[in-house]
């Protein structure tokens, strides 16, 4: 919304002004509209990273980071960790509103129903080694869909981008599932739909053909919150890729694709396996000390992996939701006093009194947990970013619905300030030094 406030910039030496306008959101910081500096003042802005950048604006996601804050289209997390299940949550983010009983039925129906894969997709995955990490089958598989799914790739059509929206949040389990049954060498076990979005997917996951498999309670509902936790996070880095990819009109099954290899890096969502191999490194309690110094050794490039955000200037909501559910899992399962758990409790608590992290107002994340609660449910620490994948593809479908739908937008393209070589002349090769 356009404010009546403004900020007036002068170039100095010269008489040219800019009188930009600011704009002010429902909530959080206010900004102001650059778009016409460039034309008044012949300056562009710079800013890499982003981190003082509104790219976009948006009605899905709202982060506070200086107090701890997480809303899905109004909503608190913790509310919706609590009450809500993630197919609720995935329509919520979709449509911008909870649906009613007729609504969400209906919204299920539409998702459960696209969860297989086209049969020729299967032997895709025979092109892979057996090692491949998952994200790498899940970058090209879900790339691949756009291949498969030709009836729906208009993106200027609301039919199409519905159906592709439910194809997507469907399929993307079932091909993060497939890429682990590969690994592994057991057969692909195929979707069902009448189990719940979570449950299915651990039925995927889990089941072999030569048993029955039961699903455990404990660890469908631990999967479910995992899944809503994940679901949003407004503009970060894949998100952003997926934003960018769309907005060359790209079909949704590339940007999505673009947005699982934004996603795989240690600084993003590769971050929940980073820190379960940093927690292994670390092996015991009393190595600690140690491995804080090495962090704090700016020569070393290493980090508290788990540890840090860029809004989040404050404990993320969601690690204090993920720690809470890695204590009920574990106790159900009868895990007494994990050692991993054990380790991550006490380095939170000494990172936290160092004066390092808190003159860097760096706090725990949501994947500083995530790897520990992920492991005692089953899963091996090459599938933790694949589950993030899985969890966060509806946001980044409900952002590129919304970037597509803004009557506003157009082709993301940012500057740059050059500076390489002046204008040359071509040098021959015998004149090379
Ligand atoms: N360990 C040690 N030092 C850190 C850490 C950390 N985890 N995070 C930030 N710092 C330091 C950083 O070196 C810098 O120090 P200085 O001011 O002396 O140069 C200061 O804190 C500010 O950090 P920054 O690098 O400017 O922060 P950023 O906003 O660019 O980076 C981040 C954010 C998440 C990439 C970074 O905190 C990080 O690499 N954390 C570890 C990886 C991680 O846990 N990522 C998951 C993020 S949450 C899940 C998701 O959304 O994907």
Not at 356 to 378: C, E, H, Q, T, W
Not at 389 to 413: F, H, L, N, Y
Request: charge should be neutral; include cysteine.
């Amino acid at each position: 919304m356009s404010d009546k406030r403004t900020v007036t910039i002068t170039l100095d030496g010269t008489n040219k002004k800019s009188v930009i306008p600011l704009m002010s959101g429902t909530a959080g910081a206010d900004v102001f509209d650059i778009r016409k500096v460039y034309g008044e003042l012949g300056l562009f802005t710079f800013d890499p990273g982003y981190g003082a950048t509104a790219s976009c604006e948006s009605k899905i996601t709202y982060i506070d980071g200086d107090v701890g804050v997480l809303e899905y289209r109004g909503y608190p997390i913790e509310q919706l960790a609590e009450k809500s299940n993630f197919l609720e949550v995935c329509y919520l983010l979709l449509n911008g509103d909870l649906p009613n009983a007729e609504q969400g039925k209906d919204f299920e129906m539409g998702v459960m129903r696209h969860t297989m894969l086209h049969e020729q997709l299967r032997t895709f995955y025979n092109g892979f080694r057996r090692d491949a990490h998952p994200m790498a089958v899940m970058c090209g598989v879900v790339g691949a869909l756009s291949a498969f799914y030709h009836d729906s790739l208009d993106i200027h059509d609301a039919e199409s981008r519905r159906i592709s929206a439910f194809r997507l949040i469907a399929k993307v389990p079932t091909i993060a599932a497939w890429a682990y049954k590969y690994s592994v060498g057991q057969p692909f076990v195929y979707p069902r739909n009448d189990l719940t979005y979570a449950e299915n997917f651990l039925h995927m996951f889990h089941a072999v053909p030569a048993e029955e498999y039961k699903i455990n309670p404990v660890l469908s509902k631990a999967m479910d919150l995992i899944m809503i936790l994940h679901a949003d996070h407004e503009q970060n880095a894949s998100t952003s890729t997926v934003r960018l990819a769309g907005s060359t009109g790209a079909n949704p099954f590339a940007c999505i694709a673009a947005g699982i290899a934004s996603l795989w890096g240690p600084a993003h969502g590769g971050a929940n396996e980073a820190v379960l191999k940093m927690l292994t490194d670390i092996g015991h309690v009393r190595n600690i000390p140690d491995f804080l110094e090495d962090v704090k050794d700016r020569g070393n490039h290493a980090k508290l992996m788990g540890f840090g955000h860029r809004v989040y200037k404050n404990y993320d909501p969601r690690a204090k939701i993920i720690q809470k559910a890695c204590h009920d899992v574990l106790r159900e399962l009868g895990i007494k006093g994990d050692p991993l758990l054990d380790l991550a409790i006490e380095l939170e608590k000494i990172a936290l009194s160092d004066k390092y992290f808190i003159d860097r107002k760096l706090y725990p994340n949501v994947d500083f947990y995530s790897g520990i609660i992920l492991k005692a449910m089953g899963f091996p620490t090459s599938m933790f970013t694949a589950l993030f994948a899985v969890s966060r593809t509806v946001g980044w479908v409900a952002q590129w619905k919304e970037m597509i739908e803004d009557p506003d937008q157009r082709i993301g393209r940012p500057r740059q300030i050059y500076t390489g070589p002046a204008t040359r002349p071509y040098v021959d090769t015998d004149k090379r030094g």
